[in-house]
C-alpha cells in the first residue's frame, strides 16, 4: 500500500530546509507496511530534499495553487492524498489510522499533542469542521482524503484566489456545503509546530499572506453554492 503526500515549502533558510526534511523522514519512519510516495513543491528553486519528488513551479507563492500542481503530479492509481504542512512530525500509525477513518468520513486530521483542544479527546472520532475553537476537529496542517475526491474537486476545494490564510475555512465551506463529512481521528498522532515559515518572510508579505486574504475568501464565500 501506497498513500501519497503532497507537501508545500519554502526553504529560504538552512534551518527551514533542515525542518522540511525532518518532516519527510518523520513520515517514513512513521509505518511499517505503508510506502510514502512524497511530491514536496517547493518555491525556491535550487533547494531540493532526499527521499522525495521535488517539483519547482517557478513562480510567485499560492498555496491552492502549489497544492494543484501537487495533485497534477500524483499518480493515476493513487488512492490515498495526506496534505501536509512541512513543520510536522508524524507519529507511528498516523498514515494507517487516518485510512481507516476514511471508511466512514470523505475527510480526516490526525490529533496534535500539542494544542490543548485534542489532549483529552474522549471519542475514537470527533466530528465537525471548527479550526480553533470548540475540539478543534478540522486540521489545515494536515488532511487525508481519497486521491479521487481531491482530483475532482481540485479546483473547487483550493482555488487560487485565496492564496495562503483562510484556505482552510474555505474548504471548511466547501465540505460543509457539499455534505461531506469530516472527523478529527484520536489516535492517529502529528505534531504540529506552527507557522515556521511565515515567521522568516518580511511584513509586508506576511500581512499580504495572512489577514491580507480575508477579502479574497469573502468574495468566494459569498458566491459559494
Same mark, same amino acid.
Given at each position: 500500500?501506497?498513500?501519497?503526500?503532497?507537501?508545500?515549502?519554502?526553504?529560504?533558510?538552512?534551518?527551514?530546509?533542515?525542518?522540511?526534511?525532518?518532516?519527510?523522514?518523520?513520515?517514513?519512519?512513521?509505518?511499517?507496511?505503508?510506502?510514502?510516495?512524497?511530491?514536496?513543491?517547493?518555491?525556491?528553486?535550487?533547494?531540493?530534499?532526499?527521499?522525495?519528488?521535488?517539483?519547482?513551479?517557478?513562480?510567485?507563492?499560492?498555496?491552492?495553487?502549489?497544492?494543484?500542481?501537487?495533485?497534477?503530479?500524483?499518480?493515476?492509481?493513487?488512492?490515498?492524498?495526506?496534505?501536509?504542512?512541512?513543520?510536522?512530525?508524524?507519529?507511528?500509525?498516523?498514515?494507517?489510522?487516518?485510512?481507516?477513518?476514511?471508511?466512514?468520513?470523505?475527510?480526516?486530521?490526525?490529533?496534535?499533542?500539542?494544542?490543548?483542544?485534542?489532549?483529552?479527546?474522549?471519542?475514537?472520532?470527533?466530528?465537525?469542521?471548527?479550526?480553533?475553537?470548540?475540539?478543534?476537529?478540522?486540521?489545515?496542517?494536515?488532511?487525508?482524503? %481519497?486521491?479521487? *475526491?481531491? &482530483?475532482?474537486? /481540485?479546483?473547487?476545494? !483550493?482555488?487560487?484566489?485565496?492564496?495562503?490564510?483562510? $484556505?482552510?475555512?474555505?474548504?471548511?465551506?466547501?465540505?460543509?456545503?457539499?455534505?461531506? %463529512?469530516?472527523? *478529527?481521528? &484520536?489516535?492517529? /498522532?502529528?505534531?504540529? !509546530?506552527?507557522?515556521?515559515?511565515?515567521?522568516?518572510? $518580511?511584513?509586508?508579505?506576511?500581512?499580504?499572506?495572512?489577514?491580507?486574504?480575508?477579502?479574497?475568501?469573502?468574495?468566494?464565500?459569498?458566491?459559494?453554492?
Amino acid at each position: 500500500m501506497t498513500v501519497d503526500v503532497i507537501m508545500l515549502a519554502r526553504g529560504a533558510t538552512g534551518h527551514l530546509r533542515s525542518m522540511t526534511q525532518q518532516a519527510i523522514n518523520s513520515i517514513h519512519a512513521s509505518e511499517r507496511d505503508i510506502q510514502f510516495n512524497i511530491i514536496v513543491v517547493e518555491t525556491i528553486n535550487e533547494v531540493t530534499y532526499k527521499h522525495c519528488t521535488v517539483i519547482h513551479p517557478d513562480e510567485k507563492f499560492n498555496y491552492n495553487k502549489f497544492t494543484k500542481i501537487g495533485i497534477n503530479n500524483l499518480p493515476e492509481d493513487s488512492e490515498y492524498v495526506f496534505f501536509v504542512n512541512n513543520d510536522i512530525h508524524v507519529h507511528k500509525d498516523c498514515a494507517k489510522r487516518l485510512m481507516d477513518a476514511l471508511l466512514i468520513y470523505e475527510t480526516v486530521s490526525p490529533a496534535n499533542p500539542m494544542i490543548g483542544q485534542h489532549k483529552n479527546l474522549r471519542q475514537e472520532y470527533t466530528e465537525g469542521f471548527n479550526i480553533w475553537h470548540g475540539n478543534a476537529e478540522f486540521c489545515g496542517w494536515a488532511i487525508m482524503m %481519497k486521491s479521487d *475526491l481531491a &482530483k475532482e474537486n /481540485k479546483e473547487r476545494f !483550493f482555488p487560487d484566489e485565496i492564496e495562503a490564510w483562510y $484556505s482552510d475555512n474555505w474548504l471548511t465551506d466547501v465540505l460543509r456545503n457539499d455534505g461531506y %463529512k469530516h472527523a *478529527l481521528v &484520536k489516535f492517529a /498522532k502529528l505534531d504540529h !509546530f506552527e507557522s515556521k515559515t511565515l515567521k522568516t518572510i $518580511s511584513k509586508e508579505e506576511h500581512d499580504y499572506y495572512t489577514t491580507g486574504q480575508k477579502e479574497n475568501y469573502d468574495k468566494l464565500l459569498g458566491g459559494l453554492e
